[in-house]
T-cell receptor, first 113, second 109 residues
Framework: SAVISQKPSRDICQRGTSLTIQCQVDSQVTMMFWYRQQPGQSLTLIATANQGSEATYESGFVIDKFPISRPNLTFSTLTVSNMSPEDSSIYLC??????????FGPGTRLLVL | GIQVEQSPPDLILQEGANSTLRCNFS?????LQWFHQNPWGQLINLFYIPSGTKQNGRLSATTVATERYSLLYISSSQTTDSGVYFC???????????FGKGTLLTVNP
């Protein structure tokens, strides 16, 4: 199974600022995903990060708010832009490993004041 | 898209008890996974089980794809089993997972 790390593990930010979250996988992977988990809620897919092309966003999520980079097959970043308190969530990246099983990173806990 | 319903939403057990968690889905799937989210937020893979039965220690899972449901069994529960259990499915070739709302399990000593 893939081993995934995320930075930062948590952060407290002021509204109107931006935060970039990093996701590193210990092996080359084709597909990487970014999810959001709002407080007390389930996980919702934000986008699929594609290597060499633009990310594919789900309904309700836009590139201007959540720009994503995927410079190589082991790394991706998600930026949460112009933050508001409603962006307070856990942000998780995931990847496929061993076929169709998805594995998740430890998450980034974001609190926006 | 595929709808995923989990039941019960909350479950409180005494240590040593057994439990069954259910996941219903609205369409055919080619991927079904069970996860445990611990109190620190980490999502732990339990099973990849689009069909059939698997066992891992005190946990086992069964998916009946033709009837669109999956069950997660926890036997001899321990306090460390506490947390939220999520079922997640995908139905296409894009591997995008749709999560249920989860079952919050509390195991008391």
């Amino acid at each position: 199974s893939a081993v995934i790390s995320q930075k930062p593990s948590r952060d407290i930010c002021q509204r109107g600022t931006s935060l970039t979250i990093q996701c590193q996988v210990d092996s080359q992977v084709t597909m990487m995903f970014w999810y959001r988990q709002q407080p007390g809620q389930s996980l919702t897919l934000i986008a699929t990060a594609n290597q060499g092309s633009e990310a594919t966003y789900e309904s309700g999520f836009v590139i201007d708010k959540f720009p994503i980079s995927r410079p190589n097959l082991t790394f991706s970043t998600l930026t949460v832009s112009n933050m508001s308190p409603e962006d307070s969530s856990i942000y998780l990246c995931s990847t496929l490993s061993g076929g169709e099983t998805q594995y998740f990173g430890p998450g980034t806990r974001l609190l926006v004041l | 898209g595929i709808q995923v319903e989990q039941s019960p939403p909350d479950l409180i057990l005494q240590e040593g008890a057994n439990s069954t968690l259910r996941c219903n889905f609205s369409d055919s799937v080619n991927n079904l996974q069970w996860f445990h989210q611990n109190p620190w937020g980490q999502l732990i893979n339990l099973f990849y089980i689009p069909s059939g039965t698997k066992q891992n220690g005190r946990l086992s899972a069964t998916t009946v794809a033709t009837e669109r449901y999956s069950l997660l069994y926890i036997s001899s529960s321990q306090t460390t089993d506490s947390g939220v259990y999520f079922c997640a499915v995908s139905g296409g070739s894009n591997y995008k997972l749709t999560f249920g709302k989860g079952t919050l399990l509390t195991v008391n000593p």
